[in-house]
């Protein structure tokens, strides 16, 4: 039965486990939206239209190359520029495995876009001018990613070519670098010089690199193992819509779709409903058009009960002794998205996972600069792009992990009442 399609807001995708999901960041000019040129081209990701656009684009602006970044820079402004300000999403595939790319800017004033693209992201792709090693953006968005857990990151060391392919210069920023992430959470680091312009050691190994014996980038790409990141050991199922389908074929049809965020769901597992406190057992799993054995992340399906029990949106399945608490007071790290600043005592709709209510700013701690790693602790309002740390209350409970746990159910997001405009992401460290 085709259940899930019966609602557009429920995305069905079979399992995918070959999906990896990518984020690029770095200082302005650092060549992020060229590297995914050359990732597209290179990977015969394009159009022939596509490329004939982006050749004439090139010559009619006298460049004495095909400039690979205006497949990416798709705004007119970004164009003209020369620079990226949206995040860019671009989808390729190779025989191995399939990619989003995020493709996210790199000026300051640009830091809520960033970690817009990087909050989903399995692998963090920070660029490095070679010319002018580790920047004060470079570390900026190392921290960021950090911030957002995203548990593999890559330093690539671009426009080596413009440095003479210098093992010296590969060697200095990678010590650096790695000197630096000890101070982050970084479990994954692989550091790779590379050429965007000309393709060196982005698909194919460059042999101006004969001392460098690691992995061309998209190599990594392929084979770098995500499964494991997420979390397969507690079950948390979202329910983001209730099928009735109300037809003489399914007349007693009744089933909870949504995506799973954590844990394994197999059929016949005893499990309890959210925040209600109803017990059940899980009669089937539907994936579209066809019943299967069990679901796990990202996987988007529908869960069918033994019992008859009141299950709506924003309620959350999970297992009967491994269930998430109930809680109205957050502990959390905050980025702020808008003009008008964070205050203690202000109100916001708030939005955790299918589950909206509303929350109080109770207060904020501190102001972190993710350029030093310092907590201001004297600050009384987060301004535009700020990080902090901050406390709210919330007039419904909230069915929450740790962000550390749970990338999913850690997460979420404020929302301004009046406008409907979302002015916050927040990352949960402790609840209750």
Not at 31 to 50: E, V
Not at 175 to 188: G, S, Y
Not at 214 to 221: A, K
Request: net charge negative.
């Amino acid at each position: 039965m085709a259940t899930a399609g019966l609602n557009p807001e429920i995305t069905t995708e079979k399992p995918q486990m070959d999906l990896l999901r990518f984020a690029t960041a770095g200082s302005v000019d650092d060549g992020k939206s060229t590297l995914i040129g050359r990732l597209l081209y290179d990977s015969k990701s394009i159009f022939a239209d596509q490329l004939e656009a982006v050749e004439k684009t090139s010559s009619d602006r006298g460049d004495d190359y095909v400039d690979l970044s205006l497949l990416t820079d798709g705004l007119r402004s970004e164009r003209e520029q020369g620079i990226t300000i949206d995040v860019a999403y671009r989808y390729f595939a190779t025989p191995q495995r399939k990619f989003i790319i995020a493709d996210t800017p790199g000026h300051i004033q640009y830091t809520r876009n960033m970690v817009t693209g990087a909050s989903t992201a399995d692998l963090g792709l920070v660029l490095v001018d070679a010319r002018n090693g580790l920047t004060e953006q470079s570390r900026r968005h190392a921290v960021l990613l950090s911030l957002l857990r995203v548990p593999h990151l890559v330093l690539a060391i671009n426009k080596m070519d413009l440095v003479d392919w210098d093992q010296e210069v590969y060697d200095k920023i990678h010590t650096e670098f790695k000197q630096f992430a000890t101070k982050l959470n970084i479990p994954d680091l692989e550091v790779i010089p590379i050429s965007a312009l000309q393709g060196d050691n982005v698909v194919n190994r460059s042999e101006n690199t004969p001392w460098y014996e690691g992995p061309t980038l998209m190599h990594h790409l392929e084979h770098v193992h995500v499964a494991s990141d997420r979390d397969l050991v507690d079950v948390r199922f979202p329910v983001q819509y209730v099928v009735r389908p109300k037809s003489d074929e399914f007349h007693d049809y009744r089933g909870y779709a949504g995506q799973v965020a954590g844990g394994v769901l197999k059929k016949g597992d005893e499990v309890i409903v959210l925040p209600s406190g109803m017990t059940s057992k899980i009669a089937g799993i539907d994936l579209f058009d066809k019943e299967i054995d069990q679901a796990f992340p990202p996987m988007s399906v529908t869960v069918r009960l033994e019992d008859d029990v009141d299950v709506s949106r924003g309620d959350m399945i999970a297992r009967v002794n491994n269930a998430p608490k109930p809680s109205q007071d957050i502990d959390a790290m905050v980025c702020w998205m808008t003009n008008e600043p964070m205050r203690p005592r202000q109100k916001l709709a708030i939005k955790h996972t299918t589950r909206t209510g509303r929350a109080l700013v109770k207060d904020i701690q501190y102001r972190l600069d993710i350029n030093t790693l310092h907590r201001d602790q004297e600050t009384k309002e987060l301004g535009l792009n700020e990080i902090g740390r901050i406390q709210l209350r919330t007039t419904v409970p909230l069915l929450v992990d740790e962000y550390s746990k749970n990338r999913t159910t850690g997460s979420f997001i404020l929302i301004d009442e009046a406008t409907g405009v979302t002015v916050g992401a927040g990352m949960i460290n402790s609840a209750g």
